[in-house]
């Protein structure tokens, strides 16, 4: 079945690191991929996406690109603030293969320091 | 648009009471999505409804709990005694054809069975 494996965490960093958090998935055909984020107390908010191969999804500095060929959307950001402390989620959804149901990864717990 | 509303935001009750949950997915949404959130058990689709009709329940723990969506602006999860294992924090969220633009969700509602 489908499936998606995140990096564990947590990951901690100092503000102005670069960031990379690693996501891979299982999937045939061509699902869609997201990112989430979810902040304390708050429910996950839809960070970034994309839909097709060597598609790349960017949305407040953050950046991932979809690799069909290493099954891969991982999540990138140059330059972490404070404010991006946060749990990130990593995604898929496959409708063609009859299910509705987004695919979630575990999960990343990110911190950073200022 | 006001989002994907939950409510209570939390809810603190005893043991062997009925809880409701209650979600008020976004006008012209026609899918709706129940998760539970807990440490140990990360994020987990309980329920989910296709123009108000349930599709897929697998999820559903036991027949403490139940789910109904009697019409496509709100949206009920219930259980039935509660116990403290179903402490968690419970998201709704709400999609238009989730395969391309993902689902949007509440803030959830964290409840806690002493």
């Known amino acids: 079945g489908n499936s998606v494996t995140q990096m564990e965490g947590p990951v901690t960093l100092s503000e102005e690191a670069f960031l990379t958090i690693n996501c891979t998935y299982t999937a045939t055909g061509y699902p869609s991929l997201f990112w989430y984020v979810q902040y304390p107390g708050e429910g996950l908010q839809l960070l970034l996406k994309a839909t097709k191969a060597d598609d790349k999804g960017s949305n407040k500095g953050f950046e991932a690109t979809y690799r069909k060929e290493t099954t891969s959307f991982h999540l990138e950001k140059g330059s972490v603030q404070v404010s991006d402390s946060a749990v990130y989620f990593c995604?898929?959804?496959?409708?063609?293969?009859?299910?509705?149901?987004?695919?979630f990864g575990k999960g990343t717990k990110l911190t950073v320091n200022p | 648009d006001a989002g994907v509303i939950q409510s209570p935001r939390h809810e603190v009750t005893e043991m062997g009471q009925e809880v409701t949950l209650r979600c008020k997915p976004i006008?012209?949404?026609?899918?709706l999505f129940w998760y539970r959130q807990t440490m140990m058990r990360g994020l987990e689709l309980l329920i989910y409804?296709?123009?108000?009709?349930?599709?897929?329940d697998s999820g559903m723990p036991e027949d403490r709990f139940s789910a109904k969506m009697p019409n496509a602006s709100f949206s009920t999860l219930k259980i039935q005694p509660s116990e403290p294992r179903d402490s968690a924090v419970y998201f709704c969220?709400?999609?238009?054809?989730?395969?391309?633009?993902?689902?949007?969700f509440g803030s959830g509602t964290r409840l806690t069975v002493v």
């Open positions: 409804f296709n123009n108000n009709v349930p599709i897929d």
């Open positions: 006008s012209g949404h026609d899918y």
């Open positions: 995604a898929l959804s496959h409708p063609q293969g009859g299910s509705e149901k987004l695919v």
């Open positions: 969220a709400s999609s238009l054809r989730q395969g391309v633009n993902g689902y949007t």
